[in-house]
């Protein structure tokens, strides 16, 4: 059975979503909230506390609990959007942190992952993608390196797609993804700090792009902050007879 709190954070959190509760506005009082819920103060404070801590609102001492701005950025499932052009056109806050660059063979141990011929040589990079400050997004990518020869941590700090586009003159045609909620690790954790603890799944988008000529040459694993980002595709109904 679901603990009463919980429920009571669930309906306000809704609330703050669906803009009944608007950024910068207040929350009911302690006492209203309890009031409307048949609760006691204690059960509401430990509701209130879990919005703290998801960054859904802000305590301000003796004025009560500001709805913080709490966006759901929109990410593209169907095209091949990068990073840095969602960045543009959505306007975001938005820094990208390269936590690792290395290179590295395609094996056995790796092989379930990578989905490249054993053997390949490849650059293993991952990047944290902070927007408004908040660690969002880990993206983890493995580019072949008999396609793409000239990587740097520079040019994976910035737009890589930019970079193999208009300098190698690479034709990035079309990707395969899948999606799926996963249970959160402690290399999450690690790289996403601010992660509540409550929170368990994180939303992974596996991608493996294509160049024009169908060459298989990009896996990437991007992993997200579920509380802070959505999925939206438009489909058009077929009858399939």
Partial sequence: MTARYIE????????????KYPADSFLPSEAKIADQFSCSRDTVRKALLRLDEDGFIQKQHGRGSQVLKHSLINFPISGLTSFQELKEVQGLDAATKVVL??????????????????????????????????????????FDQKIVPHMTAKIASGSIYDYLE??????????????????????????????AVQENRLIQVESRVHLADTTY??????????????FNEFSRRQKTF
């Avoid at 290179?103 to 927007?131: E, M």
């Fill in 8 to 19: 009571i954070y669930q309906q306000l959190k809704t609330g703050i979503v669906e803009e």
């Fill in 101 to 142: 660059f290395e290179t590295i063979k395609s094996d056995p141990s790796n092989y379930h992952k990578t989905a490249f011929p054993i053997g390949t040589n490849l650059y293993h990079i991952i990047r944290v993608r902070n927007i408004d400050g908040l660690a969002s997004v880990i993206d983890e990518d493995y």
């Fill in 166 to 195: 208009n300098t190698e003159k690479l034709i990035i045609a079309y990707a395969e993804k899948s999606v799926t909620a996963e249970l959160v690790t402690s290399t999450d954790r690690k790289w996403m700090p601010n992660l």
């Fill in 217 to 230: 040459f990009q896996h990437t694993i991007s992993r997200h902050r579920p509380d802070k980002f959505q």
